[in-house]
C-alpha cells in the first residue's frame, strides 16, 4: 500500500461522512433544493480559482518536465474544462459571470482557500501535491459513486455535474496525482512526509467542510 493510500485510511471517517452527506446525495438523486447548488457553484468557483492558483505553482516547482507538463494539464482541466462548466450551469440558473465574479468568499472557503495558497507559496511540490490530492480524488470517487447508483433522470444538471465526476479522464488525473505523491513520499524525508500528511488530513476536513457550509450556505455572522 503506497503513502497515498495510507493517507486516504488515516481520513477514511471523514471522506465517509462526505459520501453520506445530504448535499451529496441530494445530488445523486436529484432532490437537492437549485437554491443550493447555486449557493455551492457561486463558492466553488472562488475556490477554483485558488485551487488553479495552487496547481499553477506546483507545475513551477515541479522538478521534471514529464512533472510540469502534468500539472499543466490538471491546471487546464480544471482552469478551462471545471470553470466552463460552472459558467455555463450558473447561466441556466440565471447567474451571470459578473455575478461569479463579484462572489466573496464564505468562512469555510476562505479558509480552505487560505491553506491551499498558502501551502503552495511556503512547501514544495510533493506537499502542494497532498494538499490538492483529497479535492480530485474525493470528486472522482464521489462522481463514480453517484454514477453507478443511476443518474437522477428528472435533474439533467445534476446528471451533467456527475458525468463530468465520474469521467476516466477526471479519474486519470486523480490517479496521476496519487501516484506523484507516492513517488515522492518514498524518497521525501520524515519532516516532509510529516508535512505532507498535515496538509492531506487538512484538505480532507476541509473538503467535508465544504459540502457542509453549502448545505446550510454558510454566511458571515456580520
Not at 29 to 46: A, E, I, K
Not at 62 to 85: K, P, Q, Y
Not at 98 to 123: D, N, W
Request: a negative charge; hydrophobic letters at 40%; proline letters at 4%.
Amino acid at each position: 500500500m503506497g503513502f497515498s493510500a495510507d493517507l486516504r485510511s488515516k481520513c477514511a471517517a471523514s471522506w465517509d461522512l462526505e459520501k453520506r452527506h445530504p448535499f451529496v446525495l441530494g445530488i445523486g438523486d436529484g432532490t437537492l433544493p437549485l437554491d443550493t447548488f447555486r449557493y455551492f457553484m457561486r463558492q466553488d468557483y472562488v475556490y477554483l480559482i485558488e485551487f488553479s492558483r495552487a496547481i499553477a505553482i506546483a507545475a513551477a516547482k515541479a522538478a521534471s518536465i514529464d512533472d510540469m507538463g502534468w500539472f499543466a494539464r490538471l491546471l487546464h482541466e480544471t482552469l478551462n474544462t471545471e470553470m466552463s462548466l460552472h459558467v455555463s450551469f450558473c447561466a441556466e440558473f440565471g447567474i451571470t459571470e459578473q455575478e461569479l465574479e463579484s462572489t466573496s468568499p464564505s468562512p469555510t472557503t476562505l479558509a480552505y482557500t487560505r491553506h491551499l495558497t498558502g501551502t503552495a507559496f511556503s512547501g514544495g511540490v510533493e506537499e502542494i501535491a497532498a494538499a490538492i490530492l483529497p479535492c480530485s480524488w474525493g470528486y472522482s470517487e464521489i462522481g463514480k459513486m453517484l454514477e453507478d447508483r443511476g443518474l437522477p433522470t428528472d435533474s439533467p444538471l445534476y446528471a451533467r455535474w456527475i458525468e463530468m465526476y465520474a469521467s476516466d479522464e477526471f479519474a486519470d488525473l486523480a490517479a496521476w496525482l496519487r501516484d506523484f505523491v507516492d513517488r515522492t513520499a518514498s524518497s521525501a524525508s520524515e519532516d516532509n512526509l510529516r508535512r505532507m500528511e498535515e496538509a492531506f488530513v487538512s484538505s480532507s476536513r476541509y473538503e467535508y467542510m465544504f459540502w457542509d457550509a453549502a448545505y446550510l450556505k454558510e454566511a458571515w455572522p456580520v
